[in-house]
């Protein structure tokens, strides 16, 4: 006996939703700044020298899209009005606008952890080599040196060695490697 088949009709499979409604949106620099941040503070209560590298590997993704603005922004959010990062990034963008509604809302007492601080020169000097002010980022990096030399944590070793990095960078290109190179051999 033959049996007949019948023909059956193929629906094509239906498209996906071009978007789901609960995928996150991607927070901006400033909110990835400020979770290092608190990445950083986290890493020095703990003594936890992992937490303090994650936050610097997770900088130098943001590295490209770092702005004045942004940068300063932050440097509100985390430091004390008038602090030496904060004003050596300002006397450079001086015709710029700083947003005042971020830093109005933020506490007045502010404690920092070191690790803070020496994070915030790092970011503040990388980003002025990045723009190609090499005679600020020269001064920078020496006064963060300085800083870093006050210090004594192990905490902030991983930050101390791209400190080291960047200021050995900004003198190289300046063309003044020599002057700080049996310094850096020693310290």
């Not at 008038?82 to 710029?96: A, C, I, K, N």
């Amino acid at each position: 006996m033959i049996e007949m088949t019948q023909d059956v009709e193929m629906k094509e499979p239906q498209a996906a939703a071009p978007s789901n409604p609960l995928t996150p949106i991607p927070p901006n620099t400033l909110q990835h700044l400020k979770e290092i941040a608190s990445l950083i503070e986290t890493g020095s209560y703990t003594k936890e020298v992992r937490r303090i590298a994650r936050a610097v590997r997770l900088t130098f993704a943001l590295r490209r899209k770092l702005t004045a603005h942004v940068l300063l922004s932050f440097l509100d959010f985390v430091l004390v009005p008038g602090s030496e990062p904060t004003s050596r990034l300002w006397e450079g963008e001086q015709d710029m606008e700083v947003d005042t509604a971020t830093s109005a809302i933020q506490p007045t007492g502010k404690h920092l952890f070191p690790e803070l601080e020496i994070y915030c020169n790092l970011l503040v000097l990388v980003f002025l080599i990045d723009q190609r002010r090499y005679n600020e980022a020269k001064a920078c990096s020496s006064a963060s040196i300085a800083r870093l030399k006050s210090l004594n944590r192990r905490t902030l070793d991983v930050l101390a060695s791209k400190l080291y990095l960047y200021y050995s960078l900004a003198y190289e290109l300046i063309g003044d490697l020599a002057e700080i190179r049996g310094w850096v051999q020693i310290g």
